[in-house]
């Protein structure tokens, strides 16, 4: 056993070891600098072809003030949420750096400094690094400034260095950027909207940014916003920082911060591209927003400039020879979403995500959710179909050469021979837009004129899980699918145009799938950022029955609702989608060297619903196959100018036929099966449009309260439902497709790419 004296020794040696290197880390560190940390520089983004797209950061949008020109209800508006103790205290919590070093320990995540002057010594900080070495590093240099700095200067500090959202760092940049104002003149009600701010812009901006978050709508924003103002408000009176007539008048009225503008450079489609490769940057590397704004990063992505000017140009061509708001209101708020994906590589070339941020249109319609995509849903049930087969089949697979009932107002059976039942325990029946009596059909012809009949039994004798796991394994994300009732088999899920093009991708490259991508290499100061390798390709499904897919395809734009897109003059393939009341429309089509899709909706821009086109270009209604067709080939023509028309890979005969592939068995049991599962909401509801007198193939099946058809079932008269638009009965019957019903934008999740951020 050692003696006590050795121990002593031992121990005093300990401490004292412990105490040099305290005095030599203090001494090492030196006190940060507001200015240095100004010295924020752009990011460079770049085209494909590495010449630059833009060069856009914060370093403009920065300008450092004096405490004297900060109001003092914005420094008593931090201090009272951040850090009440912030004037007795020593600047540096004990606690919260040991939390932080043990979760490094843990492999968790960090947590950050719960000073102001830690957050001071944060912000300074252009390596964000997150290792117990920088901790360690931060809190000598947090105890250094707590002992050599005033608290006017470190809380001056701050409030210069702190990021407020919308590319602003600094009180006064954000007192510009949101309310048009210098910092001085800012009343102690907007103080506390920018300090609401500090606690995350992401989540607190009342502008919202649902492009970096699905949680972060402008709705849920601004309640955020709101109850954060107006408990900094009472942290303010309860402190005294505001006497009883100030906190009256204060929390009168938000004071609601003027809209984001677009910056220099940020017009047109640019600023699309760039929130785009910004989102695919984040999700894919350790750096940081407030790294990465900045600055100092060169980006380069996959976008080919001459294909997104004319993904634009197309746009704006059919707009203007078919649209009119100034004349006519029912053309107003219309608004288009567009997405180019590379097949077998899924780099994303050109997408459209609106009329511009100086337009005030703000949202990525290329990669955000809520838009049904109706009958574009029917290939993916196909395709499970042949890989799977239905009960009757499986293990082989369904040839769509299979015949399925075609007739409008069926009833829709369970395989145990039991059929779907309303809420009020009436039979469930799915309804054709149009009553055309089609009779026992193939798949392949149900395709062509987009029968919903036919697709919403076969979904069921596949299984509504084996339809959604081959959508996912395409390309769609898994929190854009809807709840799976039979509707979920005609298209009531809202995927981006985005994941939409990559899926459809995944039948061009005969079953082969790779993640969108939209970033293929980062640098920062000369060296490469690691996670910007290209995305692996994976098999998806049989390649059989993705050529397969293709050739039915190819059937629905020679023969069917697609034919406007024979204009390409090239081989192709493709698929319409209408929705519900006409709320949105879709054409999703590919060669084998690029997939493109195409989302025409309307939006009521206060609550972001979608409306319905019904009279929208001074047509009765608007269907898949009309506009976003005429899109999409004015795109692929110009896009695909100088490549050769490869055509498809030969599809072989495949799976059982069947000739009455979906007849219930001969004595089903009636009434004792349970309705759909309901969601908290309406799902989307499947409609139908027709470009003419003709009748239209395509039905409808709507989900709400009352019973799971909306307008159909449960109601008198056998519950049919015309889908809201007309049909006529000429002999020769021609077809549009819809499904799904409209719903609101903010609620899907399906236009986050690449994980939940970024693509």
């Not at 309860?238 to 003027?258: C, F, G, R, S, V």
């Not at 695919?280 to 927003?289: F, K, N, P, Q, R």
């Amino acid at each position: 056993m050692p003696s006590w004296k050795l121990v002593t020794g031992m121990f005093i040696g300990f401490i004292g070891s412990l105490v040099a290197v305290a005095g030599i880390g203090y001494a090492m560190v030196s006190i940060p600098n507001e200015n240095d940390a100004a010295k924020s520089q752009n990011n460079v983004y770049y085209w494909s072809d590495g010449t630059q797209m833009v060069a856009t950061g914060t370093g403009v949008n920065r300008q450092n003030i004096g405490i004297d020109q900060i109001p003092a209800a914005m420094q008593w508006a931090v201090i009272s949420a951040e850090n009440k103790s912030f004037y007795q205290d020593s600047g540096v919590d004990p606690q919260g750096l040991l939390r932080a070093v043990v979760n490094m320990a843990r492999g968790g995540q960090t947590q950050g400094g719960s000073t102001i002057t830690q957050q001071f010594v944060k912000n300074t900080y252009l390596s964000q690094e997150q290792t117990v070495t920088r901790k360690f590093k931060e809190m000598f240099i947090s105890i250094k400034v707590g002992t050599k700095l005033k608290k006017q200067q470190i809380l001056q500090g701050y409030l210069n260095t702190s990021y407020f959202g919308r590319g602003a760092y600094g009180i006064q940049a954000a007192a510009q950027t949101y309310y048009g104002k210098d910092a001085k003149d800012l009343t102690p009600s907007e103080c506390a909207v920018l300090a609401a701010l500090l606690k995350g812009p992401t989540y607190f901006d009342p502008a919202g940014n649902p492009d970096f978050d699905k949680s972060a709508t402008q709705q849920a924003n601004t309640k955020r916003s709101q109850d954060r103002w107006g408990w900094i408000l009472q942290q303010m009176h309860n402190d005294h920082h505001l006497t009883d007539a100030q906190y009256q008048e204060a929390i009168k009225q938000y004071p609601m911060p003027e809209g984001r503008k677009a910056t220099k450079g940020m017009t047109g489609q640019i600023s699309y591209l760039v929130d785009t490769a910004k989102k695919y940057v984040l999700a894919h590397s350790d750096i940081t927003e407030t790294q990465f704004d900045q600055g100092g990063y060169q980006i380069r992505t996959t976008f080919q400039k001459d294909k997104v000017n004319a993904l634009a140009a197309a746009v704006k061509k059919v707009q203007k020879d078919r649209l009119d708001p100034k004349h006519r209101d029912l053309d107003k708020y219309v608004q288009f979403g567009a997405a180019s994906v590379v097949p077998k590589d899924g780099a994303i070339v050109a997408l459209y995500g609106g009329d511009g941020y100086e337009n005030g249109h703000f949202t990525n319609n290329a990669d955000t959710a809520g838009v049904p995509v109706g009958s574009t849903w029917k290939p993916f049930v196909l395709a499970a179909a042949m890989q799977y087969g239905t009960y009757k089949t499986e293990p082989e697979g369904l040839s769509p050469l299979s015949k399925y009932n075609g007739d409008d107002h069926l009833k829709v059976f369970k395989p145990d021979g039991s059929y779907y039942l309303n809420k009020d325990n009436s039979p469930f029946y799915q309804n054709n837009e149009s009553k055309y009596k089609w009779g026992y059909i193939t798949l392949r012809k149900a395709m062509e004129q987009s029968i919903n009949t036919p697709f919403v039994q076969l979904g069921v004798d596949v299984g509504l899980t084996k339809v959604r796991d081959v959508a996912k394994a395409s390309g769609i994300l898994g929190d854009s699918f809807s709840t799976l009732n039979p509707s979920f088999a005609i298209g009531t899920s809202t995927p981006s145009a985005i994941r939409m093009a990559d899926a459809y991708a995944t039948f061009a490259a005969s079953g082969q799938h790779a993640d969108p991508y939209s970033v293929t290499s980062v640098k920062k100061d000369g060296q490469e950022v690691q996670g910007f390798t290209k995305p692996k390709v994976t098999p998806a499904m049989d390649e059989n029955v993705a050529n397969n897919v293709t050739d039915v395809l190819q059937n629905v734009i020679q023969n069917g609702t697609g034919e406007n897109a024979k204009a390409l003059g090239r081989t192709a393939a493709g698929k319409t989608g209408t929705t519900d009341s006409n709320k949105s429309a879709w054409f999703v089509g590919y060669t084998q060297q690029l997939s493109t899709s195409v989302a025409m909706f309307r939006e009521n821009p206060k609550d972001h619903e979608l409306l319905s086109m019904n009279g929208t270009a001074g047509v009765a209604s608007i269907h898949g196959g009309d506009i976003p067709t005429s899109v999409w080939t004015e795109y692929m023509k110009a896009a695909l100018k100088n490549a050769n028309d490869q055509g498809f890979p030969q599809a072989t005969d495949i799976g059982k036929v069947q000739d009455e592939a979906g007849a219930p068995t001969p004595t089903p049991t009636p009434s004792i099966t349970q309705s759909p599962t309901q969601s908290a909401s309406p799902s989307p509801s499947p409609s139908a449009a027709s470009p003419s007198p003709s009748p239209s193939a395509s039905d409808t099946c709507q989900w709400n309260w009352g019973n799971p058809c909306n307008g159909n079932g449960g109601n008198t008269n056998g519950g049919t439902n015309t889908g809201g638009t007309t049909g006529g009965t000429s002999p020769t019957p021609t077809a549009t497709d819809t499904t799904g019903s409209g719903g609101t934008r903010g609620n899907g999740n399906g236009g986050i790419f690449a994980g939940q951020t970024g693509g």
